[in-house]
């Protein structure tokens, strides 16, 4: 039997384009010779719709444009799309043929931790799914599931067991997970101890695409019964993965490094945005540093040269090499840049607050004054011109609070904010090994890290340090108590975790952010503001 | 029996506090004859403790200082408190005697829409709860439930039903149910439901205080077995209500006018925002507008004049009389007053963009730098003297994208966010009539509203007709197609859905607002950014 996996990139809420875009790897599927085509979880609506889900006329859109695609199919199809009963709402999976809808799986486990919520809008289904297939003559046995339900280890179920039980020949999971690093290896794991306890094939087809926070990465995986690899999809983009199960050689699982596959999660989700944003041209601040440095590079690689624009904007305490490493990745880069000097307009803040900061000294107002005048600087530009700003922290800086709101936190998407000061060194080192000379500077890359605020300022953190220790309160979800335990110096690991408590107030205004870990800032991550827990104290 | 009802405010993560809060109360109702003493929801904890509940280290400590709590016990007393076990997490109540906990019960209704996420941490209990409690030589049969088992319309049970099958002589309810407005109705027409099902007391005690968002008004309530209202707390305010539950007469419910509660909620929302953060002065930008007259208004009254400093940042725009009402309503509430021009500022700003800007016409670009500067002084005054920013937009302009991202959307504390224009201009002038006088300037109430941002200015909508319109779409969560199947211009609704859909990505970005309808922007209406779903296409 000739399967294909089409693993497509739908966008929310739009639900006749996405219906057109359905039919069109449908087609190419069945001209390749497809005896059955599969498509990902809740396609037609795009993921995650959030409270679209409750609204009435969505679910009826969805619901006529199923009845459509039903209308037009000839060849087997499996795709996901919600079903509203009198018993609930339930996200299911639909398998359509010759001109009608065959039957329906309702998903049984919904994921509510992290960054999903199904449970505040789906009803859980009781039933695993076990269809017949009829395909040149013979019947196969088709077991129907729904991402999750593939992740059945911290419920008290084996689904893929009961469907062997139940007769299942081949299962068949749609997803729409989202990336983050290792997630590969995850999947691949999983689905192998399936197909160990069940014998069966076993056909993995996950969404492309970015929504908002998260990315899909695709990366479709067919597994044959003596759970040899198949099939595999591409990372990051759409593909179709024709496989002739009970036919097909095993092949090599293809992985690419970790640098490369997070900064291609973090182009298409600049892409997507961008996009299905309705823009097309992006603004950033190039400091010099290597955060905005980074930045620009995947934001050059993901809309074009022509499309970003940078932008220097030096105050008297920037350095020249600041200004020449700048300016030199700019012509790496070949994008417009400008220099927009900030001191006049420094000096004019300055006046305006004479007389309230006269018997003051100067502190963190004057340097957050800098920071915001860049930032509505950049805002002016994107205004003006409907360039969107990138913003360019990291989630060091961010855990700690050490970053300025309405300042260099303005942007419509924090590209690199779930990426370590750890991780922002190693993917700028990848680009350059990758580009083959210093596409990012060499200077921006080994030069202490500095605002460049007031003179001599340096960050006054060692990355070294203190980037692994944010990545084991956040990623890890260890307690400070425990890395206390673990022999971390007592101080330091109450000083950060302090600051990322305190400074939740800011991240709750933050662009949003692209998510490549296990644990990011944003809607996975609901911390109160209000928050007098501290379990040092 | 003399219940005792100790409506409290405690603090989210604050659990020693949270401790020494409630014995105190506790030893009060004792001192007070109470034969048993019942507390809200999760109190030793706080609500929402949102992913504090996912640390091993905080379920821990809280089972630590219930044991506390438990060994110090004399009296009965009921109190909410997570447990944790090998089945998973719950919410529930305890009922602790004589220094021990004699039992407890796990909530079976566990909400999950809206602003709750309850699914997202516990498991649902499964057993309603029925306790022997012995006073007097007496021996009681006590139901107990929390929150959401009282709202089981749309559940299928009727948990007070399952409880005086089981012998409850008397339902005791422990809740954290958050203001909006007309919920006290809600609240009291629902018990009142289930009194007439069972015909035994119910005695209904609610949190107090705000966190984050949510503000939890108190206002508990006990009906005795004929359906007579015999206890009330207050409004938003921490209070103890003891009855006599079987002797107590009947009282009427008492209830304030709708202006006056919102405007307590409010009120109760900065001062719980300052104290639990650690904040005591606020600032806020005053234009002579009717929004920050009203926000200042509340915050004067939340945290005293001598705590707040309002600014007057005119522009070349500015008209006099706007100068004038910001003038004279600083006076009238007897706060610190400055005014700081912003012109010299704008001017600077022209001169570093006028090159990127040579070719083209002024737009929406310096009219946003005008926001953004007087937001950047507002932020300079608050990092130079620690005091907190209050954004003072509305409902309305928030749903339209009229308010500038960086710009008068800067602050800690957004106050009037959940308010309707209409709403505004309904508090404000119950602030007066309040007041016996013209505390917010007559001319502010009754000029057209104008961002004052280019010359001869007004704000581009009437609001007599947009600002329900938004309401229906939002609160009332209508469709686009039923206000126009209902008549109203469709253009006009056709404008008004697409400008809440674009302009997600600046509510995704505002300060905190504080949630007083059944539905805010914020945590409880989670619509995507990227959203390409119109249903008027």
Redesign the interface.
Known sequence: MKISLCQINP?????S?NKVQIMDWYHRAIAAGADLVVFPELVLIGY?????L?????IQ?ANHALNEIAAESTVPMVLGSPLKTDDGLYNCAFLLSEGTIICHYKKILLP??DVF?E??YFTSGHETAVFDLNIHDKTTKIGLQICEDLWDKDYACNLAKDMKQNGAELIINISASPYRTGRLKDRAALIQNKVADTKIPFVYCNLVGA??ELIFDGQSLVYDEQNNLIGQGVAFEEDIISVDVGVAAPIELSQSSREEKIYNALLLGIR??FA??GHKKAVLGLSGGIDSSLTACIAVDALGSENVHGVSMPSKYSSDHSKDDARILAENLNIDY?V???E??A???D???S???VE?DP????E??QA??R???L???S???NWLVLSTGNKTELAMGYCT??GDM?G?LAVISDLSKTDVYALSRWVNKNAGFARIPVNSIEKPPSAELRPDQVDPFDYDVVSPLVSALIED?K?P?ELIDEGYDPELVKDISRRIRINE?KR?????GLRVTSKAFGMG???????????LK
């Open positions: 966008t929310v809420g739009a639900i384009k995650p719709p959030q409270d679209l409750l609204r009435d006329r969505f859109e509510t931790y919520d449970d505040r929504q908002d997507d945005y299905k944003t400008r927009i000097p900030i006049s307009t000096t004019a803040f006046g305006a607050l007389e309230s900061f003051s502190n963190v107002a004057e957050n004054i915001r005048i930032g509505t600087l805002m002016a530009l205004n003006k011109f709101l309405y303005n419509g979800e307690s108590s107030y709750r205004q933050a662009a949003p991550r609901r911390v109160p503001i209000v928050n007098q827990f501290d379990e």
